[in-house]
């Protein structure tokens, strides 16, 4: 086709950045048409066809929960759920412990008679509370192996700031309690038993190790926590494991944990009770 | 076309000293024309967007809330109405056609013809690279020929199947079922064919980035006339009848008429 | 423990963390709000049940990696349906700590609740039998195998909350007080009122939106495996159709499953098989269900017999198995053959016909469009070219 002749035709060569300018103005003009072009053969030949799978690595997962908008996401949760549940049941958290990374936020599975009673506590007390028990030492002071001093404070979910004191009842805390390893005049930091690397790295590897490669991975991994966790009545006595009055509960509450009532209960579970060390379930 | 009937031509347009002859402007469309062409393209625009809203995947639909029951009826409506006017732009077309003396001149050139099969071949040779100059078209050229049988063809395929959709309950649903199938098809088809073929031509191809006025004016300057119509230039010349009808000049714009001149 | 392998930070989106847990929280805020003033009303918790399952992590992974919760949130109990039973109404002999033989709960057993219409303990064993002889049960369901297939109760059903009161959750969906006020004229006792008054509403509407009820039936039959053991196609079919456009627009009263399968006067537990004369998308009913549900809902008044006889979904797995595959041998895949044997019995020589037009208007579309769009490309590609060709020429003409 021959030429239209024009006024800026004949002014031969806009400058580099009114051409890019221009550039940019057709490409935003043109974008519209072709975006609508291409959708509208997506819709004829690719029907069904998800555009995304090649660019994300891992499969989305099908929606499980009809009914449940309140749980949580990523975690298999049982669609029918008779009971109405609330937002507690799966409260994100900025700053959870290391073990949640393989053994999910109910940890507790092998011991039938105690699982879920355990698994109770998770929501509020973190696991290195129990399962590194640091009480080196007859006396009340906690101290890592190291010899720092550790004390348990209160850490808020969504801050990680560490509180004396939180709002809450029956489990449903904006926080969790956690060890802190200090020393004098300074605020501390969370005492961590394991590293979160050598768990992820131990993750990664876990493919290509052989089985007795995995029992004695998972055994180093696992080296720091103690061998006996803290037990029930360890706590739910009179100045027990944890300090109740220094986390803030009140007097009438700390009664009820360590009345009766309570330590009755757990005579019934004692005779059930194993100590179990954590474990991969099912391996 | 040479270089310096180019430079000529050049030099006509653009300077601005005052010549012996006017400016000479040739008629595309005439009112009544652009006018019909107006409304058709209104209503496609807004068929087309309220049409492909019912392929919208579901999460679409998540930032709408509640507002997206009432977006729907509106679609809904909304698409039935232009779909109402735009037959009735047709028909009133086909009414053009036979009974106007314009529109019986429209239907005549656009007639296929064995001219534009030598054409369609000269063309695509020429567009290759084996042949230096284009084919000589005449008023309308092989591609608008195509595009406005494939137009026919769709808006009469969309109508019908439309209608049936449109009055579900009285048919068969296997003719319901082809008619929801066709009328998807077609639309995609309508819908990338007016892109690439008819918005290209007219609009986005260089020169006429990013908008040709002469949908809106109806005329177009002697010098593209004698480039892209040459032979309906050379017609229009030699014949003191057509330039009646196809010849304008004086400033830019097809209401006013003025005496021919000669060429 | 594959199932949960996570991130212990905040985990990769935000979205996800904005819909699962930000909305919750807002919607269980209102809800609290919502039903604040009814703490009061709470059940009293006798068997003591509370003092462990009150906590939020109560529960377990099951075998299967699986969570199974136990906690409860006794406010949001109260308020529910079942709010004034006790646990053990339902969950019986669980008499000891910890629990043991936790038998699954009965859903058709006598509740200790009086049924003030009969004065007789209540029970939802009516229920349980017209389900039982439903496409779903185990009565009429013609595959015996895979009986966990079949949904329970709480598949479909979960304890629902009553409706709450107007001027938390708008006022349509809501209870009006000023209602509530005049039965309060002579009943007196007010929280059995409320009670009284809430139960009898809460069946005044649908309870799930026609968006839910889809969710919730494609849930099973969406599964190719799942459905193909007995005999059916999966329901992606329901998907091309327009009544679920409508549906995912979210237009009122647009056409979801029940909507034809359990039109007005049918129940849900009641569903048949589409060879069965009760059913209303067998042939002899279809035109009632098209036009005319019992004078309630007309989608398709003026529907003709022809129309309403027409296949409603779009055609599935089993025509085009019946299409495709040579039709005297059965593979050797067991669910495969039964799909073949049931698509033989169902599919009619004029809806194969009717699939192969389609698909046959279908492939040509497909093909011309192709040749159209690809043809104009190459022709408007090569135009472009020729146009910057000779601008170039013209260029290098100036230059010199």
Same mark, same amino acid.
């Given at each position: ?283 | ?263 | ?129 017209? +389900?039982?002889?439903?496409? =779903?049960?185990?009565? #009429? ?7 966990? *297939?079949?949904? /329970? @109760? ?83 079919? +329901?998907?091309?159709?327009? =009544?679920?456009?409508? #549906? ?7 056409? *979801?499953?029940? /909507? @034809? ?140």
């Amino acid at each position: 086709m021959g030429k239209r002749p024009t006024a800026s035709t004949l002014k031969r060569g806009p400058g580099r950045v009114k051409r890019i300018v221009l550039f940019f103005l057709k490409a935003i003009y043109l974008s519209p048409f072709v975006v609508f072009g291409l959708w509208l053969i997506g819709i004829v030949y690719f029907q069904g066809y998800d555009f995304k799978k090649p660019f994300s690595s891992r499969p989305e997962k099908k929606e499980e929960k009809v009914l449940k908008v309140f749980l949580h996401k990523q975690e298999t949760v049982p669609r029918q759920h008779f009971h109405m549940v609330d937002q507690y049941v799966e409260a994100p958290t900025e700053t959870q412990a290391v073990c949640v990374v393989c053994h999910g936020s109910y940890a507790h599975s092998k011991e039938k008679k105690t699982r879920a009673i355990l698994n109770m506590h998770e929501g509020f007390i973190s696991c290195y509370v129990c399962h590194s028990r640091q009480e080196h030492g007859q006396g009340k002071v906690k101290t890592t192996p190291s010899g720092a001093r550790i004390k348990f404070l209160w850490v808020d979910s969504e801050t990680g700031e560490f509180k004396n004191a939180v709002k809450g009842e029956y489990g449903k805390y904006p926080a969790q309690i956690f060890p802190i390893e200090y020393s004098e005049g300074e605020d501390g930091r969370i005492f961590t038993p394991i590293k979160l690397e050598a768990a992820q790295a131990f993750l990664n590897l876990l493919p290509e190790l052989t089985p007795d490669q995995v029992s004695s991975a998972k055994a180093k991994l696992h080296e720091p926590l103690s061998k006996e966790p803290v037990s029930c009545a360890d706590c739910h006595k009179k100045d027990g494991y944890l300090d109740f009055k220094s986390l803030g509960f009140p007097q009438q509450r700390i009664d009820h944990l360590i009345s009766t009532e309570f330590v009755g209960m757990f005579e019934k579970y004692k005779t059930f009770y194993l100590p179990s060390v954590l474990d991969f379930r099912g391996n | 076309m040479t270089h310096n009937e180019i430079s000529m031509a050049m030099d006509d347009v653009d300077t601005p000293i005052v010549q012996d002859s006017p400016r000479r402007y040739f008629v595309r469309l005439n009112l009544s024309e652009r006018i019909q062409h107006l409304i058709f393209v209104t209503c496609f625009i807004m068929l087309a967007l309220t049409g492909v809203m019912v392929w919208l995947p579901e999460k679409t639909f998540h930032f709408l809330g509640s507002a997206k029951e009432t977006v729907f009826l509106v679609r809904s409506l909304l698409h039935r109405i232009f779909a109402t006017i735009m037959i009735l732009v047709c028909i009133y077309h086909v009414y053009y056609l036979i009974f106007k003396a314009a529109g019986r001149r429209w239907f005549k050139d656009m007639m296929p013809k064995v001219k534009d099969i030598n054409d369609f071949g000269g063309n695509m040779l020429y567009l290759i690279g084996f042949r230096d100059e284009p084919p000589e078209f005449d008023r309308f050229s092989y591609k608008h020929k195509l595009e406005y049988g494939a137009l026919i063809a769709g808006m009469t395929l969309m109508s019908v199947s439309g209608i049936i959709l449109w009055s579900e309950y009285f048919w068969d649903k296997f003719i319901v079922d082809i008619a929801a199938l066709i009328h998807g098809m077609e639309a995609v088809l309508a819908c990338l064919a007016l892109m690439i073929w008819h918005l290209y031509e007219v609009h986005l191809r260089p020169h006429k980035f990013p908008v040709d006025n002469m949908w809106l004016t109806g005329v177009i300057d002697e010098a593209e006339m004698k480039e892209e119509y040459p032979l309906h230039y050379k017609k229009i010349m030699s014949d003191p009848e057509l330039q009646k009808i196809y010849l304008r000049e004086g400033s830019k714009g097809s209401g006013q008429k003025t005496d021919s001149i000669n060429a | 423990m594959k199932h949960n392998r996570r991130k212990p930070t905040r985990l990769n989106t935000r979205w996800p963390v904005f819909f699962n847990f930000v909305i919750p929280a807002v919607v269980c805020f209102f809800f609290f709000i919502g039903i604040g003033y009814a703490q009061s009303d709470a059940s009293p918790d006798e068997e003591n049940c509370l003092i462990c399952h009150r906590y939020p992590r109560m529960g377990r992974y099951d075998e299967a990696g699986n969570k199974r919760v136990y906690y409860i949130n006794d406010q949001l109990f109260a308020k529910s349906v079942h709010g004034k039973l006790r646990c053990k109404s339902c969950h019986v002999d669980l008499d000891k700590i910890p629990h043991e033989n936790v038998k699954k709960v009965d859903c058709s057993i006598k509740c200790h609740l009086k049924d003030p219409s009969s004065n007789r303990e209540f029970s939802h064993r009516g229920m349980v039998e017209k +389900y039982e002889n439903s496409v =779903h049960g185990k009565g #009429v369901n013609r595959q015996k195998k895979f009986p966990e *297939d079949r949904p /329970t @109760c709480a598949y479909c059903h979960s304890n629902r909350s009553y409706n709450p009161y107007a001027g938390f959750w708008g006022k349509s969906e809501a209870l009006s007080r000023e209602t509530l006020a005049r039965c309060q004229g002579c009943h007196t006792d007010k929280a059995w009122t409320e009670k009284v008054y809430a139960h009898f509403t809460h069946r005044l509407r649908r309870r799930r939106t026609q968006d839910e009820i889809v969710k919730l039936c494609t849930s099973c039959h969406e599964d190719k495996q799942k459905m193909a053991r007995h005999g059916l196609e999966a329901i992606s079919t +329901y998907k091309d159709t327009f =009544h679920w456009i409508l #549906v995912k627009y979210g237009v009122h009263n647009a056409p *979801d499953c029940i /909507t @034809c399968h359990v039109p007005v006067g049918y129940t849900t537990h009641e569903i048949r098989p589409r060879d069965d004369a009760m059913s209303p998308i067998n042939k002899n009913n279809r035109i009632k269900t098209c036009s005319n549900q019992g004078g309630i809902q007309n989608c398709h008044p003026n529907a003709t017999i022809k129309f309403a006889e027409g296949r409603v979904h779009a055609y599935g797995t089993k025509v085009q198995l019946m299409a495709a595959a040579d039709k005297t041998k059965v593979s050797g895949n067991e669910e495969e053959s039964l799909l073949i044997v049931r698509a033989r019995e169902e599919i009619t020589q004029s809806e194969l016909f009717h699939y192969r037009v389609l698909s046959l208007i279908s492939l040509f579309y497909k093909i011309f469009i192709g040749l159209v769009v690809g043809f104009m490309t190459m022709h408007q590609l090569l135009v472009h070219r020729r146009i910057k060709r000779n601008a170039r020429k013209e260029d290098a003409h100036d230059a010199q």
